[in-house]
């Protein structure tokens, strides 16, 4: 009996040129990965890690970058509907695999899959397909955007499946996901709100505030509720904090005699007790509103998100949002029935662009991009930075933040880098 054939030797790579890290932009850095994992990164010539020499890695493993060209983290969306055609809230298998690809190669190494508000057995089957690519490490969980929403703040969710809390449903929800769930959207005003997010925080699962026409006084007690049950959860890795779906989209807008939930979640975002969703693709938000909140609460305390829904990365024309008929025009998505906006066509690339243009630091976008996404889905210690035993996942940019080249689990996603 012949001797059983040796693993391969994972690849090593090294990557020459400007890298971001935790502190901040190395000008002459060095990326280096072995195994799937960054080994070393930081400044080349302080580089001496052994079995990296001459010798040990392949020469078409070493790469010099083009001159503007800068190393970032992996991104990270906590709101993604899809891209590229393909449709989580179908929760059709394919769709959802065509979306991950896509998302994956276009710079969002990490993300979930967020649903709509739809029929319970929808979203049980949906849950069950999603819960299958967490396992396979093609997603990092599920967000659940619903069914416990406003009808007031609906916005492009079916209000025919809108529902007041459900403990019973939750559970079964909750069953299906098999640890997968990481985030619910809520709106604290309705009956048995307060029970939801006790149940949430016990199974170590973050309440997202949003699509709701609450109050102030309503929405700072049920962030304060939340932040406390996590706390009390205990669950490792779980930020212990909550977030807020969209701020802005989704909830009356702020007046100075009656500022609805927009205040309280800035003032808790302020404090570190609440990290705000932003959709900065200048269409759900003026670039001067992206460049205020940042102003007011600090990168540390701001998720930046896409919202994609089927159409990212694809041309106008008709698309669907799980069950409802979507026209994209000059970019814009909107549901045919109400006209509401219908998600994002904008990659998450795409808003840190959009995100720094609007006058944010590319340090402080990148941060609401990669590091501060990654605490809400307790992933700090696996991705989110390109630091020593993470996860490799990096994204080659050029002067313009425009894409050039996706590295995920130390697998380079797309073509080499010419010259």
């Known amino acids: 009996m012949s001797e059983p054939t040796a693993a391969p030797r994972p690849a090593k790579i090294m990557v020459y040129?400007?890298?971001?890290?935790?502190?901040?932009?190395?000008?002459?850095?060095?990326?280096?990965?072995?195994?799937?994992?960054?080994?070393?990164?930081?400044?080349?010539?302080?580089?001496?890690?052994?079995?990296?020499?001459?010798?040990?890695v392949d020469p078409a493993n070493v790469i010099t970058l083009p001159d503007g060209h800068r190393i970032i983290p992996g991104l990270v969306d906590v709101h993604n509907h899809g891209g590229n055609g393909g449709d989580f809230p179908s929760g059709d298998e394919a769709s959802a695999r065509t979306a991950v690809e896509f998302l994956h190669r276009s710079g969002t190494t990490t993300l979930l899959a967020s649903m709509v508000t739809a029929a319970p057995e929808d979203l049980l089957k949906g849950i069950g397909v999603?819960?299958?690519?967490?396992?396979?490490?093609?997603?990092?969980?599920?967000?659940?955007?619903?069914?416990?929403?406003?009808?007031?703040?609906?916005?492009?969710?079916?209000p025919d499946f809108l529902l007041k809390p459900d403990l019973e449903l939750t559970a079964a929800l909750i069953e299906a996901g098999q640890g997968a769930i990481a985030t619910m959207t809520y709106a604290p005003e309705l009956e048995g709100a307060a029970e939801l997010v006790d149940l949430l925080t016990a199974h170590g699962i973050t309440p997202s505030l949003g699509h709701t026409d609450c109050d102030t006084a309503t929405a700072a007690e049920s962030l304060a509720q939340a932040r406390d049950g996590l706390d009390s959860a205990g669950f490792d890795g779980v930020s212990g904090r909550p977030t807020v779906t969209h701020l802005f989209n989704g909830m009356p807008p702020m007046h100075h005699r009656s500022p609805g939930p927009?205040?309280?979640?800035?003032?808790?975002?302020?404090?570190?007790?609440?990290?705000?969703?932003?959709?900065?693709?200048?269409?759900?938000?003026?670039?001067?509103?992206?460049?205020?909140?940042?102003?007011?609460?600090?990168?540390?305390?701001?998720?930046?998100?896409?919202?994609?829904?089927?159409?990212?990365?694809?041309?106008?024309?008709?698309?669907?949002?799980?069950?409802?008929?979507?026209?994209?025009?000059?970019?814009?998505?909107?549901?045919?029935?109400?006209?509401?906006?219908?998600?994002?066509?904008?990659?998450?690339?795409?808003?840190?662009?959009?995100?720094?243009?609007?006058?944010?630091?590319?340090?402080?976008?990148?941060?609401?991009?990669?590091?501060?996404?990654?605490?809400?889905?307790?992933?700090?210690?696996?991705?989110?930075?390109?630091r020593r035993g993470l996860r490799a996942d990096a994204v080659v940019v050029d002067g313009g933040l425009e894409l050039q080249r996706v590295m995920r689990a130390g697998v380079w996603l797309d073509h080499a880098l010419d010259g």
């Open 130 to 158: 999603f819960a299958k690519m967490a396992s396979e490490g093609l997603l990092a969980g599920i967000h659940l955007e619903g069914p416990f929403l406003s009808h007031a703040r609906c916005g492009a969710q079916n």
């Open 262 to 386: 927009v205040a309280a979640c800035l003032r808790a975002a302020r404090a570190g007790d609440a990290a705000v969703e932003l959709v900065a693709d200048n269409t759900h938000l003026a670039p001067e509103i992206v460049a205020t909140v940042f102003a007011l609460v600090g990168a540390a305390n701001i998720v930046l998100v896409t919202d994609s829904m089927a159409a990212a990365g694809l041309a106008d024309g008709q698309y669907m949002l799980g069950p409802s008929p979507v026209t994209v025009k000059d970019g814009v998505a909107t549901l045919d029935a109400t006209g509401s906006i219908a998600g994002g066509t904008a990659t998450l690339l795409d808003v840190v662009r959009r995100t720094v243009n609007a006058g944010v630091a590319l340090g402080d976008a990148l941060q609401s991009a990669t590091s501060v996404p990654a605490e809400v889905l307790g992933l700090t210690d696996e991705v989110g930075s390109l």
């Open 17 to 56: 040129g400007p890298v971001f890290t935790d502190r901040g932009l190395v000008e002459r850095g060095l990326l280096a990965v072995e195994g799937g994992r960054i080994a070393y990164a930081g400044r080349a010539d302080h580089f001496d890690e052994p079995g990296f020499g001459p010798a040990d």
